[in-house]
């Protein structure tokens, strides 16, 4: 399964505590084990589709655990016919199909038949990965964000071998790392980074983001990295297959060479595994070796947070950074790029240098502000960052002026479902106010269509508070405090207490 003495010859780094080893930082040690249970069970199940083996990617799994430098010759027999049917039923049922026009329900009606067939195609080596169907959705500064839809074959295949290439990279990744991973969620990073803040030794912020990531990996390096773990060939082709299909807009081909398709099922894992190599052990390897004072890390897919106890670690790791990303054709956004005094003595040293409040920036949707609780304590406050609300706003809107046909309980179901997902997200605490303010701009809006229906309507405030109170869910807080969830998912053992 697997060659012991495959060593890595790229960038990697042994993994070491930080600075101050007598209190290392929460994400060294929040690394998820191995699972444990029967690995000498049968792994098939009788029946096709019935439910997926997980217990041949346990041994994977624990083989990865036990040598870290082991490469993996044989992980494509893991692609199976249930882990396809597995793949298949978990897509979305109306997502947009891709250039083959194939949807998911069209699928649906011969799965065994299409799935039988797909199974010996990748076996055989007949499976062509197909180019992925350009569009274009909005971004919250007005931009277009250039996203690739594959095709339902290729959404399955790219779903599986994800599933499989995780039980080995999961154990290679770093606590830091939360975008698209398994079992976490843009929540945890938050708790995580909160929690860091509160904790520890914190005076200064690196806000971050890498300029155009997906659409600037480098294939060559990327290929580089993937077979320091996988060395089996079959895997390795439909990556570079998936790498190399193309783009298809207004009939037009477009080769790819460089970056991954955004919207692809494998991109995450890919861009998380190019800057495992590139960033994350870089970091941890900087921490230990080059930082005067305490560290916090924490980066969802090419969006990360650094925290710094003093400004001489924040300036020198800035500009190690930049050298760093350099190498592998990346470079940061100038825009969204910067250094700012934030924790819990921010607002005690800028006042005594004479300056303003602390600056405030946005991470994962929210706009983190420095503030104070009655007693003068340190809070973080977190609200829902304003481009991101006005652009749901402006999405309902939309929306609903294509709904104008509908009832009112249609529309009101509607809305009342849009607005409780906005809330799953946005409802933590210290954003009641800002949730507050988006139901009552929702019910304005939804006021608005109403009297557009016709000249005759007279909805009045009156009737609208009731709709609202109707259709519409309150804002209250759903999420609790960051450090209460933190230490329940890392179970006490993080020693940032």
């Not at 009606?109 to 195609?121: G, I, P, Q, S, V």
């Not at 779903?159 to 079992?183: H, K």
């Not at 924790?343 to 004479?354: C, H, Q, S, V, W």
């Amino acid at each position: 399964m697997m060659d012991g003495q495959g060593k890595s010859d790229g960038p990697v780094v042994p993994a070491k505590p930080p600075n101050n080893a007598g209190r290392p930082a929460a994400e060294v040690v929040e690394g998820r084990g191995p699972t444990e249970g029967n690995t000498d069970q049968q792994n098939a199940p009788r029946t096709q589709c019935r439910t997926s083996p997980p217990r041949a990617l346990d041994r994977v799994r624990q083989a990865a655990a036990r040598d870290r430098n082991a490469r993996f010759t044989a992980l494509f027999h893991h692609v199976t016919l249930d882990r396809l049917c597995d793949a298949f039923l978990s897509l979305e049922k109306r997502a947009a199909a891709g250039v083959d026009g194939v949807t998911w329900v069209q699928y649906r009606a011969r799965l065994e038949e299409n799935l039988r067939d797909l199974h010996e195609r990748l076996h055989r080596g007949a499976y062509r990965a197909k180019p992925s169907r350009r569009v274009f959705i909005p971004k919250p500064d007005g931009r277009q964000r250039p996203l690739g839809i594959a095709s339902l074959e290729d959404k399955i295949v790219q779903r599986a071998v994800v599933e499989v290439m995780n039980s080995v990279y999961e154990v290679d990744f770093l606590g830091f790392s939360y975008g698209f991973r398994p079992g976490r969620s843009p929540h945890h990073g938050l708790d995580a980074f909160a929690t860091g803040l509160v904790r520890r030794k914190v005076n200064w912020v690196l806000d971050a983001d890498i300029r155009d990531f997906f659409g600037t990996i480098d294939h060559g390096w990327l290929e580089k990295f993937i077979e320091h773990r996988i060395a089996d060939r079959r895997i390795l082709r439909l990556i570079r297959k998936w790498l190399s299909a193309g783009v298809l807009q207004d009939g037009t081909w477009t080769s790819s060479e460089e970056g991954t398709p955004q919207g692809a099922t494998v991109s995450p894992l890919l861009a998380n595994v190019y800057l495992h190599y590139v960033f994350d052990l870089w970091v941890q390897q900087w921490r230990c070796r080059h930082a005067k004072g305490e560290m916090i890390v924490v980066r969802y897919a090419d969006d990360f947070l650094v925290g710094f106890q003093l400004e001489s670690d924040a300036t020198r790791f800035l500009v190690e950074l930049r050298e760093r990303l350099r190498k592998f054709a990346l470079e940061l956004h100038p825009d969204k790029t910067r250094v700012l005094r934030f924790g819990r003595f921010a607002a005690d040293n800028r006042a005594r240098y004479g300056e303003a409040k602390p600056e405030t920036f946005d991470f994962l949707g929210f706009t983190h502000i420095s503030a104070k609780r009655r007693n003068g304590g340190f809070l973080l406050r977190r609200r829902t960052a304003s481009k991101r609300m006005r652009a749901k706003l402006h999405a309902i809107g939309v929306e609903l002026q294509r709904r104008r046909h509908q009832s009112v309980p249609e529309q009101g179901a509607w809305i009342g479902a849009v607005v409780r997902g906005y809330f799953a997200y946005h409802a933590v605490p210290t954003n009641v106010d800002r949730l507050d303010a988006f139901r009552t701009e929702v019910t304005r809006i939804w006021l608005r269509a109403l009297r557009r229906r016709g000249q005759r309507d007279r909805t009045d405030w009156a009737r609208m508070h009731k709709l609202a109170d109707r259709w519409i869910p309150r804002a209250r807080v759903l999420h609790p405090w960051p450090e209460k969830r933190f230490d329940v998912r890392t179970r006490g053992k993080s020693p940032v207490r």
